[in-house]
């Protein structure tokens, strides 16, 4: 090797660790801004009915309720939870910030319901037909049961 390609391959290999760094699996830290706008439009929905397919204050769906909120952020969002789950960055529980969205999984798809975590271990869901929007804990077991991953789309 020449001293010439030594510094080309030592700078080649910085330039890889410098990328794979960049590219880590840790989100950076979301907008404040955003984040409180997100979660104050969520938790005005709460005692809401929920309603198949339903993406207005007359009646949410699980991935309705978080589209809504994220809109009234300036945020747009795919529409259905499947969509929602393929948005953002994969999250650590451990790591979970306000408007950061949790995915549950009931039936035999990869995820079935969405739900928009409020801080301090409590998330918002439209959970079920006869039911209105909730604010649960995440560590209630039944959800803890369910749970599949948490994904951050506010950077």
Same mark, same amino acid.
């Given at each position: 090797?020449?001293?010439?390609?030594?510094?080309?391959?030592?700078?080649?290999?910085?330039? +890889?660790?410098?990328?794979?760094?960049?590219?880590?699996?840790?989100?950076?830290?979301?907008?404040?801004?955003?984040? #409180?706008?997100?979660?104050?439009?969520?938790?005005?929905?709460?005692?809401?009915?929920?309603?198949?397919?339903?993406?207005?204050?007359?009646?949410?769906? +699980?991935?309705?309720?978080?589209?809504?909120?994220?809109a009234q952020a300036g945020v747009k969002l795919p529409r259905s939870t499947r969509e929602?789950?393929?948005?953002?960055?994969?999250?650590?529980?451990?790591?979970?910030?306000?408007?950061?969205?949790?995915?549950?999984?009931?039936?035999?798809?990869?995820?079935? #319901?969405?739900?928009?975590?409020?801080?301090?271990?409590?998330?918002? #869901?439209?959970?079920?037909?006869?039911?209105?929007?909730?604010?649960?804990?995440?560590?209630?077991p039944y959800w803890q049961n369910h749970f599949v991953q948490a994904v951050r789309v506010? #950077?």
């Amino acid at each position: 090797m020449t001293p010439d390609s030594s510094l080309r391959f030592a700078l080649a290999a910085w330039l +890889c660790l410098f990328i794979a760094a960049c590219a880590s699996t840790v989100p950076a830290p979301s907008d404040p801004q955003l984040q #409180h706008t997100v979660v104050l439009e969520a938790l005005g929905q709460v005692g809401r009915p929920y309603r198949y397919g339903g993406t207005t204050p007359e009646g949410f769906d +699980c991935s309705g309720l978080v589209q809504f909120a994220y809109a009234q952020a300036g945020v747009k969002l795919p529409r259905s939870t499947r969509e929602q789950y393929r948005v953002g960055t994969p999250v650590d529980r451990t790591a979970l910030e306000p408007g950061d969205l949790l995915f549950y999984r009931f039936n035999s798809g990869p995820v079935d #319901h969405v739900a928009l975590y409020l801080g301090d271990g409590e998330a918002i #869901h439209a959970p079920a037909s006869g039911r209105a929007v909730i604010v649960a804990g995440v560590d209630l077991p039944y959800w803890q049961n369910h749970f599949v991953q948490a994904v951050r789309v506010l #950077h």
